[in-house]
Every structure is written in C-alpha cells, then in structure tokens.
C-alpha cells in the first residue's frame, strides 16, 4: 500500500496512526516528524496520504505499511530529491473496513495538499475507494493490494480492462500468487488432495480462487471447500469436516488473524496437514495464533525476501535507525516504493512546470505515475498498461521452528 507529493513550508512529517493530523512531530505508534535535515526548501509542501488498517487485528501490517511510507518521505526530503518540495505523510486508519476506507478516500480528496495516497491494504479496501480517487485524479499506489479486477475489471479471465487510471499497485496480483502457490503445493509438497477455505472476501475468495484453478488443472483433487466467518474464531465444525474429507494439504484464503486458530482448530481435530496462504498469513503474528501447530504451514507472499535483496539494505539499515516500535512487516518494501513511486511522479510534473506544481497538479501526477520506472527496495519498479507492477516474482515459506523461513522463489509460469 504508497507514495509522495509536494509542498514545503515546514519540515514537518505527521505520521499519525490513528488520525490525520496536521502537526509533525513524533507520535505514540511509531510515527515521526520527517524532518529534512536542511533540505527540502522552497514554499511548497505536498501531502502523501497513507491508508491502512493502524488498529485491529491488521495493525501490525498497516503501520508497517505508514512507518515505511513516512520513511521514503524523511529519505525524500533530507536528500532533497525534489527541489523545493517537502513531503509529509498524512495517515487514517481505514481498520480494515470497506466504508471506512471509502471515508477517508473522500478525506484525502478534500485536502488539496494530497498529491497521492499509498494504500490501502486490503483489496475489499481498495474496491470501496478507486472510483472517489479517480473522479479527483487523485493517484492511488497499493502495496498490498492483490485482487485482479481492480486493475483488469471484473471479467479479467476473459477480457481484461481497466477501469480507473488513477490506481496503481506495486504488489503483483492473485492471478500469479494462487497458481504459484499451487504449483509448489502439488509439484513441490506433493500434495494431492486440498481442502479448500475462504472468508468471502474479495481478497481471500478471489485467492483460493486461482488456486483451486491451477490445483485442479495439474491434476489435484479438491476433496472439499467451506467459507468462513472472518468474525469468529471457532471454526471447530470446519476442522472437523477437514479430519473426514482425507485431505492432505488445507488451503486458506485470508489473513492471520482468522487463518491462525484455523491451523490450530484442524490440528487440534487430528488432521496434522500443513494449512497454505497467500500473503496475507505471512505475518509472525500467524505463528503466534497457530502455536506450534503452525510447523510446517506454507505461505506464498509477493516479491523476495526483503532482508535477503541487496536493493534493500539500505531501507532495512535506515528502518531501523529511525526507531519505528513496529516492524515493516509483509509489505513496507512495497510501501516505501509505492511512496517513492508517488516522489517520483511529483518531480517529473515539477521538472515539467519550471520547478514548481502546476494547477492541475493531481491530474498531472497521475499521468506521469504510468511512465514512472526506478530502482526500488524490492527491485525494478515500473508499471505496465493496467497499472499492475511489473515485477512478478514471489516466494513460498515454511515456518520452521517457530519462524517463516523462505524455501523457493520464482514467478509463476502458466
């Protein structure tokens, strides 16, 4: 789920973690005043909007997701990479609920100093806020977002078409992460039999989705399917039905905190077969819910590991200086480009207008997001005609002794 804008007057960086606020100085979740250390300059400040779930059972990888945009803000302006701009991050907790989400989509509208906005993380999320952005111009770049449709439209099997030109996404999509993930669970895991679990949502449906798809075309059984409540945490009736259907492998589409104490409940009920995700279970927080039932569980996520990536050092060395109290979780590499991506974008239109913003400056910025192409943290960032990031590779881990451990990585050949 990011990106910049443009206007200095201060130097100030208000990443805030609950609220959008328009003072910069350090606040209680992590957030920090993003300085410039003397640069920056000028009389033009530009506003990044930063959406993500910053409390809930989301959180960890929401402010995952606004610390690494404020990052890319704070790096922006002490290198003055943009004469005459500061950026600031502005962030609104979207608590992971579509209607919320489109309320601070209107928000980040009505503040003409937002120039882009990174987020959200997820896809349901990102449904409900594309057509407020887009009628503004304003440029939308997703780190996390993973459903097709939202850049290919609702027929993207058949006939792909892009609906809103203003939303971009440096995650690669579900059309690539299911069958990848397929592919290692029947080919390498040697899992023939898949019971397969969703919890309805837009993200987590369309997941087990192209799973099931690529499972059943290598020649995989699907011996059952359920859909969950993601409100509950009981899912005994569920496990049970894994015990008696003869599955080997479980495969889950959703996020940790329901996928943890499914894990659990299906080993707990005598079914000792490894659960499978997508990226939305790659979070240590997972482990945490599972137990020790999670050994052995399988998640695909986007992209290479960060911390195993030399285009990343930096960004994991700068992290960890600036003394965030979370993580960067699943996503900040991809937050932190999605951020630049938008710091980028605003220096083309600035460098196009005489070093200052033009008046239709979101229009503009948008425009220039589709061209943008740089050297990111989590490698080569550009973006191809429907928005989509061009870089499609992804990673299977394993936990392993209490720990995601990293076991192939590749993109998906169809």
């Given at each position: 789920?990011?990106?910049?804008?443009?206007?200095?007057?201060?130097?100030?960086?208000?990443?805030?973690?609950?609220?959008?606020t328009a003072c910069g100085s350090r606040d209680d979740d992590g957030g920090s005043d993003s300085g410039n250390g003397?640069?920056?300059?000028?009389?033009?400040?530009?506003?990044?909007?930063?959406?993500?779930?910053?409390?809930?059972?989301?959180?960890?990888?929401?402010?995952?997701?606004?610390?690494?945009?404020?990052?890319?803000?704070?790096?922006?302006?002490?290198t003055k990479h943009v004469d005459g701009i500061t950026f600031k991050i502005e962030a609104l907790d979207d608590q992971?609920?579509?209607?919320?989400?489109?309320?601070?989509?209107?928000?980040?509208?009505?503040?003409?100093?937002?120039?882009?906005?990174?987020?959200?993380?997820?896809?349901?999320?990102?449904?409900?806020?594309?057509?407020?952005?887009?009628?503004?111009?304003?440029?939308?770049?997703?780190?996390?977002?993973?459903?097709?449709?939202?850049?290919?439209?609702?027929?993207?099997?058949?006939?792909?078409?892009?609906?809103?030109?203003?939303?971009?996404?440096?995650?690669?999509?579900?059309?690539?992460?299911?069958?990848?993930?397929?592919?290692?669970?029947?080919?390498?895991?040697?899992?023939?039999?898949?019971?397969?679990?969703?919890?309805?949502?837009?993200?987590?449906?369309?997941?087990?989705?192209?799973?099931?798809?690529?499972?059943?075309?290598?020649?995989?059984?699907?011996?059952?399917?359920?859909?969950?409540?993601?409100?509950?945490?009981?899912?005994?009736?569920?496990?049970?039905?894994?015990?008696?259907?003869?599955?080997?492998?479980?495969?889950?589409?959703?996020?940790?905190?329901?996928?943890?104490?499914?894990?659990?409940?299906?080993?707990?009920?005598?079914?000792?077969?490894?659960?499978?995700?997508?990226?939305?279970?790659?979070?240590?927080?997972?482990?945490?819910?599972?137990?020790?039932?999670?050994?052995?569980?399988?998640?695909?996520?986007?992209?290479?590991?960060?911390?195993?990536?030399?285009?990343?050092?930096?960004?994991?060395?700068?992290?960890?200086?600036?003394?965030?109290?979370?993580?960067?979780?699943?996503?900040?590499?991809?937050?932190?480009?999605?951020?630049?991506?938008?710091?980028?974008?605003?220096?083309?239109?600035?460098?196009?207008?005489?070093?200052?913003?033009?008046?239709?400056?979101?229009?503009?910025?948008?425009?220039?997001?589709?061209?943008?192409?740089?050297?990111?943290?989590?490698?080569?960032?550009?973006?191809?005609?429907?928005?989509?990031?061009?870089?499609?590779?992804?990673?299977?881990?394993?936990?392993?002794?209490?720990?995601?451990?990293?076991?192939?990585?590749?993109?998906?050949?169809?």
């Amino acid at each position: 789920m990011r990106q910049r804008s443009l206007i200095a007057i201060t130097a100030a960086l208000a990443a805030g973690a609950l609220t959008l606020t328009a003072c910069g100085s350090r606040d209680d979740d992590g957030g920090s005043d993003s300085g410039n250390g003397g640069g920056g300059g000028g009389g033009t400040t530009v506003v990044i909007g930063v959406d993500a779930p910053l409390t809930g059972d989301l959180s960890a990888l929401g402010l995952g997701i606004k610390n690494s945009a404020d990052l890319a803000a704070k790096t922006a302006n002490e290198t003055k990479h943009v004469d005459g701009i500061t950026f600031k991050i502005e962030a609104l907790d979207d608590q992971g609920q579509p209607s919320v989400g489109q309320q601070n989509a209107s928000k980040f509208v009505a503040d003409k100093e937002v120039l882009g906005v990174v987020g959200p993380l997820n896809s349901s999320v990102g449904e409900s806020m594309q057509k407020v952005f887009d009628s503004a111009k304003l440029v939308e770049v997703s780190p996390a977002n993973t459903g097709p449709s939202l850049t290919q439209g609702l027929e993207w099997r058949t006939k792909k078409v892009r609906t809103y030109k203003s939303y971009f996404r440096t995650a690669t999509t579900d059309a690539v992460q299911g069958p990848f993930a397929a592919q290692y669970v029947y080919n390498d895991a040697k899992k023939k039999k898949v019971f397969v679990i969703d919890d309805k949502k837009t993200y987590g449906a369309g997941l087990a989705g192209t799973f099931t798809d690529e499972f059943k075309r290598l020649g995989g059984q699907v011996v059952g399917t359920e859909h969950i409540n993601p409100d509950t945490k009981d899912f005994s009736s569920v496990a049970t039905k894994v015990k008696n259907s003869g599955a080997d492998v479980v495969y889950y589409g959703g996020e940790y905190p329901q996928a943890g104490p499914l894990s659990k409940q299906i080993k707990e009920a005598g079914a000792k077969i490894p659960l499978v995700g997508g990226d939305g279970i790659k979070d240590d927080t997972f482990i945490k819910l599972a137990g020790a039932a999670s050994n052995g569980d399988l998640s695909t996520s986007v992209g290479a590991p960060v911390e195993e990536l030399d285009s990343a050092k930096k960004f994991v060395a700068d992290y960890k200086e600036a003394g965030y109290k979370e993580g960067y979780a699943a996503y900040g590499g991809y937050s932190y480009d999605s951020a630049w991506a938008i710091i980028e974008a605003v220096k083309k239109v600035v460098e196009d207008n005489g070093g200052k913003l033009p008046s239709d400056a979101r229009a503009k910025v948008t425009e220039a997001m589709q061209n943008v192409s740089f050297d990111g943290v989590t490698g080569k960032v550009s973006f191809d005609e429907f928005g989509d990031a061009t870089n499609k590779q992804l990673t299977v881990y394993s936990v392993e002794n209490g720990a995601f451990k990293a076991v192939k990585s590749g993109t998906y050949t169809g």
